[in-house]
């Protein structure tokens, strides 16, 4: 099929208010809405705690001949392991993403009526507002959010795209390209880990969607109450994440604790999506994570997701399944889209749809 359309039209999200124009004159109380009674059984341990060392992949390493097969060593077990890694040396240089930093800042400190004249429309999964809130009832995150489609370029909907700070779009673009050379780095290492042909998960991705998100989490005067994203993984296969403003806030899931990541200076957050354990068969797993927020300071951070596109199939790949039990069924990608779209981003819930072994 050609891909030739815009990315929307596959559902939608409610329309909520800003938190952070709430956050703004807010009292003492937070609304209801906002409070998550789960968080009175957090279990938090640090790294020191936790008894284990993060995963910190070099990427420049992975391409040395010298020490590629010792880090792509790392890089397998990281993703077998973990589903999570911090990459240094990634190569991306310093102006693009100082660039970026700054004018995400400047884009989230624009006044409300500003930052609207994107606002995410009524079934579609682009511009200002929130992500996958299907119910009033639903809880909401301390967060505000934007997003878009980067790659391919017909996929892209510039009316979504903000031309406020003016240098903002030309930033977005340049900081695309950078991730993307990243990833397409890292999913060939990551085919050779899995036993395949160099290119083959390069190929597999290569005309896929590449969706921006940049997330904006206000100070909340109780922040142990609220979340600022609710417990999730990915749905798309890899994820890049760049803390903007360096305040920490990322946990990940594991032993059943959440375990805040300390992230390195400079360093790029990757976590394996839900696309990648289902292509994988789950030899790699995806990393459920949330965001907790602080009452001083906002936090900020853009995810740059790697997906399929449509017409792709989202399914096992054969040479990997070989003769093990076939763990999730095979859906076209609109489809699984349709589902991303259709749920609540909480848990593993897109591959609860997808396993056969229930
Ligand atoms: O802000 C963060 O640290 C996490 C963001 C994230 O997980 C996401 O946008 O999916
Ligand atoms: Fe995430």
């Given at each position: 099929?050609?891909?030739?359309?815009?990315?929307?039209?596959?559902?939608?999200?409610?329309?909520?208010?800003?938190?952070?124009?709430?956050?703004?004159?807010?009292?003492?109380?937070?609304?209801?809405?906002?409070?998550?009674?789960?968080?009175?059984?957090?279990?938090?341990?640090?790294?020191?705690?936790?008894?284990?060392?993060?995963?910190?992949?070099?990427?420049?390493?992975?391409?040395?001949?010298?020490?590629?097969?010792?880090?792509?060593?790392?890089?397998?077990?990281?993703?077998?392991?973990?589903?999570?890694?911090?990459?240094?040396?990634?190569?991306?240089?310093?102006?693009?993403?100082?660039?970026?930093?700054?004018?995400?800042?400047?884009?989230?400190?624009?006044?409300?009526?500003?930052?609207?004249?994107?606002?995410?429309?009524?079934?579609?999964?682009?511009?200002?507002?929130?992500?996958?809130?299907?119910?009033?009832?639903?809880?909401?995150?301390?967060?505000?959010?934007?997003?878009?489609?980067?790659?391919?370029?017909?996929?892209?909907?510039?009316?979504?795209?903000?031309?406020?700070?003016?240098?903002?779009?030309?930033?977005?673009?340049?900081?695309?390209?950078?991730?993307?050379?990243?990833?397409?780095?890292?999913l060939k290492?990551i085919s050779k880990?899995l036993g395949l042909e160099f290119e083959k998960f390069y190929d597999i991705f290569?005309?896929?969607?590449?969706?921006?998100?940049?997330?904006?989490?206000?100070?909340?005067?109780?922040?142990?109450?609220?979340?600022?994203?609710?417990?999730?993984?990915?749905?798309?296969?890899?994820?890049?994440?760049?803390?903007?403003?360096?305040?920490?806030?990322?946990?990940?899931?594991?032993?059943?604790?959440?375990?805040?990541?300390?992230?390195?200076?400079?360093?790029?957050?990757?976590?394996?999506?839900?696309?990648?354990?289902?292509l994988?068969?789950?030899?790699?797993?995806?990393?459920?994570?949330?965001?907790?927020?602080?009452?001083?300071?906002?936090?900020?951070?853009?995810?740059?997701?790697?997906?399929?596109?449509?017409?792709?199939?989202?399914?096992?790949i054969?040479e990997i399944?070989?003769?093990?039990?076939?763990?999730?069924?095979?859906?076209?990608?609109?489809?699984?889209?349709?589902?991303?779209?259709?749920?609540?981003?909480?848990?593993?819930?897109?591959?609860?749809?997808?396993?056969?072994?229930?």
């Amino acid at each position: 099929m050609e891909k030739k359309f815009g990315f929307g039209g596959f559902g939608g999200s409610l329309k909520v208010d800003s938190v952070q124009a709430l956050a703004a004159n807010l009292g003492p109380e937070i609304p209801d809405i906002y409070v998550r009674p789960e968080r009175k059984e957090d279990i938090v341990a640090d790294e020191e705690d936790s008894g284990e060392s993060f995963p910190v992949i070099d990427f420049g390493r992975l391409f040395d001949s010298k020490c590629s097969e010792e880090e792509a060593a790392k890089l397998h077990s990281a993703c077998q392991g973990w589903g999570f890694f911090q990459l240094v040396n990634h190569g991306i240089p310093e102006d693009v993403i100082s660039k970026l930093r700054q004018d995400t800042e400047q884009f989230f400190k624009l006044p409300l009526e500003e930052k609207e004249k994107i606002a995410q429309l009524p079934g579609q999964t682009e511009g200002y507002g929130q992500f996958l809130v299907q119910s009033k009832k639903h809880k909401l995150d301390w967060a505000d959010r934007l997003g878009f489609v980067t790659f391919p370029p017909n996929n892209k909907q510039l009316k979504f795209w903000p031309t406020n700070p003016p240098s903002f779009r030309e930033t977005i673009d340049a900081y695309a390209i950078e991730i993307k050379k990243v990833a397409n780095g890292l999913l060939k290492m990551i085919s050779k880990n899995l036993g395949l042909e160099f290119e083959k998960f390069y190929d597999i991705f290569k005309g896929g969607i590449q969706y921006f998100r940049f997330n904006y989490y206000p100070p909340c005067p109780s922040p142990e109450k609220v979340l600022g994203l609710c417990p999730h993984s990915d749905p798309m296969g890899l994820t890049i994440l760049l803390q903007v403003n360096d305040l920490q806030g990322l946990q990940i899931r594991r032993k059943d604790r959440w375990l805040p990541v300390q992230v390195i200076p400079g360093a790029l957050i990757i976590n394996i999506g839900d696309i990648i354990e289902i292509l994988s068969n789950r030899k790699y797993k995806s990393i459920v994570h949330r965001a907790v927020v602080n009452n001083e300071k906002e936090r900020l951070s853009v995810a740059a997701f790697h997906s399929l596109n449509i017409g792709d199939l989202v399914g096992p790949i054969p040479e990997i399944v070989k003769g093990d039990e076939l763990l999730y069924k095979s859906l076209q990608y609109e489809e699984y889209f349709k589902q991303v779209v259709a749920s609540k981003l909480e848990g593993k819930t897109i591959l609860d749809h997808m396993k056969l072994d229930k």
